[in-house]
Nanobody, 131 residues
Framework: QVQLVESGGGLVQAGGSLRLSCAASGRTFSSYHSGWFRQPPGKEREFVAAVSWNGDNTRYADSVKGRFTISRDNAKNTMDLQMNSLKPEDTAVYYC????????????????????????WGQGTQVTVSS
């Protein structure tokens, strides 16, 4: 069993930066491909970024590529999302997730059919970017 807890959200001005962290409990977290999703107000949850179980490979949504960086530290059981050059459209609740079978599955994940295949979700952290 893995439990995920996000932290680091908050209010930031456009152009600013935030760093989100996902702390995992359970010794098996390091064996899972993991990622970040977000849910903007009034919209569906969407993929943001994913990292392979060993940290060697990453995948990003086109909307955040070049601005966000995902990383993980399996020794500390953590996964981070560094967000730079934030835009108002980045405003959302951000969720960490673990358990899909590949980074491609994360990239194309949308809709409840996919969300149900994610083994573990965090509770979410709010990120608000003001213009």
């Amino acid at each position: 069993q893995v439990q995920l807890v996000e932290s680091g959200g908050g209010l930031v001005q456009a152009g600013g930066s935030l760093r989100l962290s996902c702390a995992a409990s359970g010794r098996t977290f390091s064996s899972y491909h993991s990622g970040w999703f977000r849910q903007p107000p009034g919209k569906e949850r969407e993929f943001v970024a994913a990292v392979s179980w060993n940290g060697d490979n990453t995948r990003y949504a086109d909307s955040v590529k070049g601005r966000f960086t995902i990383s993980r530290d399996n020794a500390k059981n953590t996964m981070d999302l560094q967000m730079n050059s934030l835009k108002p459209e980045d405003t959302a609740v951000y969720y960490c997730a673990a358990g899909l079978d590949s980074l491609e599955e994360y990239y194309y994940c949308s809709g409840y059919g996919c969300y149900e295949r994610v083994d573990y979700w965090g509770q979410g952290t709010q990120v608000t970017v003001s213009s």
